[in-house]
């Protein structure tokens, strides 16, 4: 196999990618290739950074290298706010391209685009080559730019703890029925909570993502790929009644002693609560931007579909309350032991933003996908 030759720009002064032309230059102290848009007495070259930033625009003529710039920047005068731009370029213009009598001010245009560029660069050097002083103009197809914009985010997230009675008490107490499989009627449970606290509720939150801005910026769309990890541990007390078992219907401890719980006996749950859940979503949104004085507003809602892995420990101590000490009648774990879920479902959020400056903003997000999340993050926009 031959050995790779690696070129740089220091050696080679011209590069074809398919039907692409890219020559050598020097761009902000460094050399590079750059595209070669059009060709002849004057050069228009483009530098673009897919799909991360604007594009840029460079004229050369005989000695000459100078970048075209465009400034556009956000005013407020009594209280509206619009925008003010500066066609500079066109005065790189006047001085660059003005020695050609049939090439006039009148012809040059203010839009900033790269087809508008080629048309004003062409027909200045058509008009050198008709009065006998230039060289044929040659016009080369350029790649196209991505109109997106990029962003990452960065944050804490705090789980939507759910009630005990819902996730510790009911599925955890009717989970461990063993011995007859008999069902009389639907169950039916009065519990409560009765002093349980979180300790920990704390994870992160991290966002990548394209946003494409449409109609004159007041709405955008795009596409994201996020992943969360949050964790809980909550000391739980709960208690209460339930007719899920009968003199027919027992529970087993770990240690397999199996006992048995009349109907209606008081009962109650003691023990700690730990979750370790980690979510992997991609998801579409769409949004809406308000606009003041000062910054700007968002608001957003978005779809997705994630991948989940929970990591749930349940260990409850289980006692009867009917009497006058309660009676302590063993330990439980949530399915006999440590249980993993896994899956794939859809998901969806809503988020209110804020951005101080076209680069930087926070927004504050709530998540639905197996458990609620509320995500406060730090945006940057490239």
């Known amino acids: 196999m031959a050995k790779a030759i690696r070129y740089s720009a220091a050696t080679v002064k ?18 590079i ?24 625009y460079f004229l050369k003529t005989g000695n000459a290298f100078e970048e075209l710039v465009y400034t556009k920047e956000e005013v407020v005068n009594n209280g509206q706010r619009y925008q003010q731009t500066d066609p500079k370029f066109l005065k790189t ?31 200045y050097n058509r008009c050198k080559q008709q009065d006998g002083s230039g060289i044929q103009s040659v016009v080369y197809p350029v790649s196209a730019k991505i109109p997106a914009k990029f962003f990452i985010r960065l944050g804490i997230n705090s789980a939507l703890v759910p009630s005990p009675v819902v996730r510790e008490t009911k599925e ?5 029925i063993v011995g007859d499989s008999r069902v009389f009627g639907t169950p039916t449970y009065a519990f409560e ?14 966002t990548a993502g394209l946003e494409q801005k449409i109609l004159g910026g007041r709405y955008a769309w795009g596409g994201q790929l996020s992943y969360s990890s949050s964790y809980y541990k909550r000391q739980l007390l709960t208690g209460g009644t339930t007719d899920a078992y ?21 009962v109650r749950f003691d023990g700690i609560v730990k979750e370790q859940t980690s979510i992997a979503e991609l998801s579409i949104f769409a949004r809406k931007y308000l606009f003041t004085n000062q910054s700007i507003w968002y608001l957003g809602i978005g779809l997705g579909y994630g991948l989940v892995q929970s990591d749930y420990t349940s260990s409850i101590k289980l006692s009867t309350t009917d009497k006058t000490a309660p009676v302590y009648l063993g330990e439980i774990v949530r399915y006999a032991q440590p249980h993993t879920i896994r899956r794939g479902q859809l998901g969806g959020f809503g988020e209110v933003g804020w951005q101080k400056s076209p680069k930087f903003g926070v927004v504050a997000q709530f998540n639905w ?6 995500n406060l993050q730090v945006n940057h926009y490239f």
């Not at 011209?14 to 050399?31: A, H, P, T, W």
């Not at 050609?100 to 245009?109: G, L, P, Q």
């Not at 996908?369 to 509320?374: D, E, F, K, S, V």
Request: hydrophobic content about 30%.
């Open 193 to 206: 909570d009765q002093g349980s606290r979180t300790s920990t509720n704390l994870g992160w939150t991290a």
């Open 369 to 374: 996908l197996y458990t609620g999340l509320l």
């Open 172 to 176: 955890l107490y009717t989970r461990h």
């Open 33 to 56: 290739f750059i595209q070669k848009v059009v060709g002849g007495s004057a050069t228009l070259y483009t530098l673009e950074h897919k799909p991360l930033g604007k594009t840029r």
């Open 246 to 266: 009968t003199d027919q219907y027992n529970y087993m401890t770990p240690q397999n002693y199996e006992l048995s719980i009349p109907s209606q006996q008081p």
């Open 93 to 123: 213009f006047a001085r660059l391209l003005s020695d050609c009598n049939e090439f006039t001010n009148s012809k040059w245009e203010a839009a900033f685009t790269t087809k508008t560029l080629a048309k004003m660069v062409d027909a």
């Open 14 to 31: 011209q590069l074809r990618v398919g039907s692409l032309i890219y020559d050598r230059n020097e761009v902000d102290d460094k050399m």
